[in-house]
């Protein structure tokens, strides 16, 4: 990102870009609503079918699970009124009383159930997080394991004993959709009907969204304004901008160039905190050069050529940590010395020597090494910089490869084959290690952007989601780590902190787990 400080000329002309780049409409500039950071959702706003950050938070505010993270990562009862063990691993879910979504119409444990069994039939991007339950499979219809009793009851038997289960269910994969949805998905995606605090008013595409309270919602988040627009951004330098001059209300990705004035700009309106979230690069299995023994040699010469540590302090003021293993220090479990770990430090003599026998064993490499990323999202300075690092290290052309957008960025690694390695993170859904390390590395799943695949390391992910205690899952994890460290599917590069401000204009302002703001609780003043 730019550097904020600089002439008055540049700073109005910023200011002007920004306010072409992310005009709300005519109703939202007429309206109380808070203004927030957003990115255009990849597709339509399905729960089960959405997987990344710019669709996740607005699709958390539209809808309701049977459970809700508080700030913390804390969990509580939200559609659910209970939700009960029985035996080892079957759990009833009892919801509570007049559940309706936004147009009037009930929630019912039927609606659970059939969204559930819809997404897995389908094949939504998110089916695999019901791979627990008992049935899942592909190409079923209805999974055994789900069994509604009556209109608020319904079971849940699982393949295996889960001690963790209950607390996923927060989780934007399981929550329901009213009968349209698995009607007409796509058209509903446009404009959904929700449950949770918030119904949608207007989408307008690539510029921004807009939602309003749900009259119909009761559960404890209930909205404290009259809506959020979420502006969507060509760079987040331009967001910081109308932050300062109070057009933005509230910002969680204070750019990196703006790391070493932001609290003397924002006077008192900034937080920052570690959150559960890591910055990592990810290589095709695939890709030329990287497949194979020849990749893993090539896969750890590059991470060994990154200096995170020089990174972390000077392009990101010390509000980076440089990553240790894949899943982040806020979680129970975290262990920054896992056996394969060297394999994160700065080595360059190291670097040079795996290069070369892989160039001995396997043909000289050939061509650059881009770092595809996107721009809205403040990747440019690290993303030279650790090119940069792998060019002087390894003596090969490697630079940024920027998109214009989240979006088109995605769209391109689903629909082409990127050359190289390509920016990828990962955002907690629920808080545990399981979460970082299933969605992302095990066989066949939607968020595995690499497409690695290891028996052993799916088998250890089985046994350890079945775990008897936390403690004992941590060490299962961790034994599905060291393959990770070993093999290096993806290279960990940094865990974030949250760095956030807001504006004059609004109170209460906080930022989640996740690293998002708390959007329901900010108020106007």
């Not at 500039?29 to 339509?44: A, D, I, K």
């Amino acid at each position: 990102m730019r550097k904020l400080l600089g002439a008055v000329g540049a700073a109005s002309l910023a200011l002007t870009l920004a306010a072409c780049g992310s005009d709300s409409s005519d109703s939202a500039g007429s309206s109380n609503y808070v203004r927030v950071l957003g990115t255009e959702p990849q597709q339509g706003l399905i729960p089960a079918m959405t997987n990344e950050n710019g669709g996740g938070r607005i699709v958390d505010m539209l809808f309701s699970g049977l459970v809700y993270y508080d700030a913390d990562g804390n969990v509580h009862n939200e559609m659910a009124e209970s939700i009960d063990k029985e035996g080892e691993k079957t759990y009833k879910v009892t919801l509570k009383p007049d559940l309706k979504f936004s147009d009037g119409s009930a929630v019912t444990a039927v609606t659970f159930v059939d969204t559930w069994n819809y997404a897995v039939a389908n094949e939504q991007l998110n089916e695999s997080f019901f791979s627990s339950i008992k049935g899942y499979g592909e190409g079923v219809k209805e999974m055994e394991g789900l069994k509604v009793i009556d209109e608020r009851t319904f079971t849940i038997e699982l393949t295996q004993p889960e001690s963790d289960f209950p607390s996923r269910l927060g989780y934007n994969a399981y929550f329901p959709v009213p009968a349209a949805a698995l009607e007409d998905p796509q058209g509903f995606g446009e404009s959904p009907v929700s449950n949770g605090p918030y119904k949608i008013k207007e989408w307008n595409h690539n510029q921004n969204l807009i939602i309003e309270p749900n009259p119909e919602y009761k559960g404890d988040r209930a909205a404290q304004n009259d809506g959020i627009e979420f502006a969507f951004y060509a760079d987040s330098s331009a967001a910081y901008m109308d932050l300062l001059a109070n057009n933005l209300d509230v910002l969680e990705a204070i750019p990196s160039s703006a790391f070493g004035s932001y609290e003397q700009d924002l006077a008192g309106r900034q937080e920052t905190k570690p959150a559960a979230t890591y910055l990592e690069m990810s290589i095709h299995m695939e890709t030329p050069h990287f497949s194979g023994e020849e990749g893993t040699l090539r896969r750890k010469a590059i991470s060994m050529a990154i200096n995170r540590e020089e990174i972390a302090e000077t392009i990101f003021h010390g509000t980076r940590t440089p990553a240790r293993e894949f899943t982040s220090p806020v979680l129970n479990g975290y262990n920054d010395s896992l056996p394969g770990s060297e394999n994160l430090d700065y080595n360059p003599e190291e670097a040079k020597k795996l290069w070369a026998e892989a160039d001995k064993m396997y043909g000289a490499f050939e061509g650059s090494f881009p770092i595809n990323y996107n721009t809205d999202g403040d990747n440019k300075d690290w993303a030279d910089a650790v090119a940069n690092n792998i060019s002087n290290t390894l003596g090969i052309q490697a630079m940024g490869n920027p998109y214009p957008d989240f979006k088109s960025f995605r769209d391109a690694y689903r629909t082409e084959r990127m050359d190289g390695a390509y920016r990828t993170a990962w955002f907690a859904d629920y808080p545990s290690m399981g979460n970082f390390l299933g969605p992302n590395f095990t066989t066949g799943v939607a968020s595995n952007d690499s497409k690695y695949s290891n028996p052993e390391f799916d088998e250890l992910i089985v046994k350890a989601n079945g775990a008897a205690n936390e403690e004992e899952a941590a060490k299962l994890y961790n034994q599905a780590q060291e393959l990770l460290l070993r093999d290096l599917p993806s290279i960990p590069l940094f865990y974030p902190n949250v760095v956030g401000g807001w504006s004059e204009n609004v109170q209460d302002v906080t930022f989640n787990w996740k690293s998002l703001p708390v959007y329901y609780a900010v108020k106007k003043n």
